[in-house]
């Protein structure tokens, strides 16, 4: 039923990973005037959380006003029924595509209907930017652009290449990224990698020429691609640009990469982004309507189109340094921002939505910098880059800003979060744990030297295990009827999960004396509705300070239980919802205390009149 509408424009800022805490604290030292005028406005209030407390789960509650069993997204990885394997949930393939018809590549993740499916549906437009989960897009009346979850041109996540003359240890982090060069007379010949072809008998990655001359002065290198020829100083990041493969007879593959040069000597040492999705000429369909995407570049020029596109693994495996990640994100931040001016200009009534991710990142990477009981904390190091989480909050609130100088009284501001922040000081390696209480059964001892466990659950023993665990927190039972090679009953399921949930709560990290779970939920106590069945039985929500184990997501079980993070990635969210709520702030009054995060589309569709049936959020006017 559609009632009279209380506004004609609803526009929502959507801002990953803010903090209510880092907000809070910053506004009270004055250092975010626009986030304090809108709190007084307005309102402004902690958000509560998906459970788990991941970005994939988060986004799809708000878009559809809903829990994970109505939208189907449990975990950012899940495992493949039909073998156990671990798939990511934030793009899906379609293997019945037979034909690579381009418009059939992939298949949508998030079920059910989000907001601007309804408005769009109602006549009201809509504009939806870089919202995650959202690809492949629904082909319907909104306008909308895919955030997390749209892969390269290779179908994947996004992998650099790393090209250097040094002699690189097969041990080294990141090796299968590495292209090993030779330098002659001062050029480098070498290939970039794309999308898999077939060939006769196997699949290999077509291949691009590159050739790549050092300049007299070894200030920089010029790059030649296709007879296009692109300038490449020392430590600056390049200009896009573009690169084609032959994927077949008459048939060509367009991508767009960007480089990044450490240095021509002794070794040669240069970054190369993913090579990602070209907007002029778009392998894959990550618009509605799909041309979209053309008419956005058309605008912009070129621009990353990858769903996480700040590459925090090129950190990590020390490929970047810290100035050349924080100049990246800058430079992501630059492109989305002209991207929401250009299109926020040319809005007149409807839905307008835009989502900023960086800031996420950012808080993965520099959290050691304002923990210092971190492990990796190191003093000179935070006062080099504790700035720069604060940083980020401060750009936010210029962008804030800007987009309240638009508002008027026929319009509704709706700036939030999907979850908070928190360190990640220790890694829980949930399957080590599942076999040292007998739930779980190797084939071999796992050896003190194996870091990774056996990833893919390569040493179980399927026949003898009762659990297992995939994904940042999920455990499953290993079901009769519904696992490849189940041996639980359906009738002592109950009972399995209780031992588990009862054993599992009481974990101790004795080492550093603190408990590491802080609640154990089954599932069809959080869940409801139609993607139920595909939920994992127990979500696991972690203390304060700890988190499952990368090791853990993809099925391996190290020596270990606990061990120190010592990776980069220092801060994280996937803790108990209780400890990681987001922001919520409005240019209007909400009607009650405790908003959820499921509130907020109801609340866009009640902006229109709209009802919210089915939806489980209220509206907060």
Known sequence: ??????????????????????????????????????????????????????SPVAWASIATGSNPGYHGIFDFIGRRVADYMPELTIMKANHKNMFGKRELMFLPVMHGDAFWDITSANGIPSTVLKWPVTFQPKQNKARLYAGLGVPDIKGGLGKYSFYTSRQVSKDEEGIEKVIKVTVTDNKIKTNINGPQVAKLSSREDAKTEMTISILPDRSGIEIEIDGNKISVKSRVWSEWAE??????????????????????????????????INPKDPAFVITSPDEYIRSLAADLGFFYTLGMSEDTKALEDGRIDEEAFITMCDEIIDEQEEMLWSELAKFREGVFAFAFFTTDRIQHIFWSTIDPEHPLYDEAYAKKYSHVIDDYYRRMDRILGKIMEKLDEDTAFIAFSDHGFSTFRRVVHLNSWLVENGFMKLKQKVSVDDKEGGPLFQHVDWKNTKAFSVGFGSIYLNMKGREKQGIVDPGEADSIIGMISDKLFNLADEEKGRRAIKNIYRSRDIYSGGQLNNAPDIVVGFEDGYRASWQTAIGGAPHNIFDDNLKKWSGDHIVDPSIVPGILLTNFTVNHGTPSQMDIAPTVLACFGLASDGMEGKSLI
């Open 1 to 54: 039923m559609i009632k009279k509408s209380k506004y004609n424009k609803v526009i929502l800022l959507g801002m990953d990973g803010l903090d209510p805490g880092i907000l809070s604290g910053l506004m009270e030292r004055g250092e975010l005037p626009n986030f304090s005028k809108l709190s007084r406005s307005g309102s402004f209030s902690s958000l509560a959380t998906s459970n788990p407390a991941q």
């Open 243 to 276: 690169v084609k493969f032959k994927v077949g007879l008459m048939k060509t593959a367009s991508g767009i990469v960007k480089f990044y040069l450490n240095r021509t000597a002794p070794h040669f040492e240069l970054y190369m982004s993913a090579v990602q």
